[in-house]
């Protein structure tokens, strides 16, 4: 089965439907990893968009963002991004606040972890920043094949496993093609990051996300333009800061 993996969508309802049109044609199934609000100017749309797939089959997880929007900003926040979760917050309807706070930290499927930041723990919302990181989240996991959000640039580890040991090895990590399909041989662990759907940070405005086939062991990172302008200039029209509209040109 192809499953779409989408993270990060942050309400940016033109990234999201550019992701959702480009995968379509392939996925059979999808997964969200979390901060499906946050930063954009469509969050009803969006969440409501992910709680027909789930309704379908799709599965979810839940994000900082997500958690932030359905119980109120923490006090440690800085001004921006409390101004955003409040604003977010106070545009939504009760049910899709009861579907944020509902999302579980995690979710397996086979030999697969779903989950938005990281499986050591995934509660405290820790960056896997690097390959300490990587290795720390691959042996927690306890899965083949690992996939989280939370990172908005799209990178892929692994980590050799001895079978006559248990032990693993060192982590190695790359940055994908687009477009370019990557064997996950089973003799390793692997942790994917597709990106970030509604904000990436890589330099490259498009839209992020990936596809992996349970049946092959193949993954696809993908890239898609979107329309960063109309999603842009919906933030400054909701009144939103600046800077969150101006790095959808840059990607950064």
Not at 61 to 83: E, I
Request: proline share 6%; charged share 20%; glycine share 8%.
């Amino acid at each position: 089965m192809r499953i779409a993996i989408l993270t990060d969508i942050h309400a940016n309802r033109e990234a999201f439907e550019a992701c959702l049109a480009h995968a379509g044609r392939m996925a059979e199934r999808y997964a969200f990893l979390g901060d499906l609000v946050g930063y954009g100017a469509d969050p009803e749309w969006v969440v409501d968009t992910v709680m027909r797939h789930v309704d379908r089959g799709a599965l979810a997880v839940l994000g900082n963002h997500d958690t932030a929007v359905a119980h109120g900003p923490r006090q440690q926040m800085q001004p921006k991004a409390r101004r955003v979760i409040e604003w977010t917050r106070a545009s939504m309807r009760a049910d899709q606040l009861a579907f944020l706070a509902a999302l579980p930290l995690t979710q397996e499927e086979g030999d697969c972890l779903f989950v938005h930041a990281n499986a050591w723990a995934p509660d405290q919302w820790g960056y896997v920043e690097g390959a300490l990181e990587a290795g720390r989240s691959l042996r927690a996991a306890g899965r083949r094949y690992t996939f989280c959000g939370h990172m908005h640039d799209p990178i892929l580890y692994h980590m050799a496993t001895h079978v006559r040991t248990t032990q693993m090895g060192v982590v190695g990590e790359f940055v994908p093609v687009p477009g370019s399909p990557i064997p996950l041989m089973p003799q390793r662990r692997w942790l994917a990051i597709p990106g970030s759907v509604g904000q990436p940070r890589d330099g490259n405005p498009a839209a992020c996300y990936a596809l992996f086939d349970d049946e092959t062991r193949e993954l696809v990172y993908h890239r898609v333009p979107y329309d960063h302008e109309s999603a842009a200039a919906k933030i400054r029209a909701a009144g939103l800061p600046d800077e969150l509209a101006a790095r959808l040109a840059s990607g950064t």
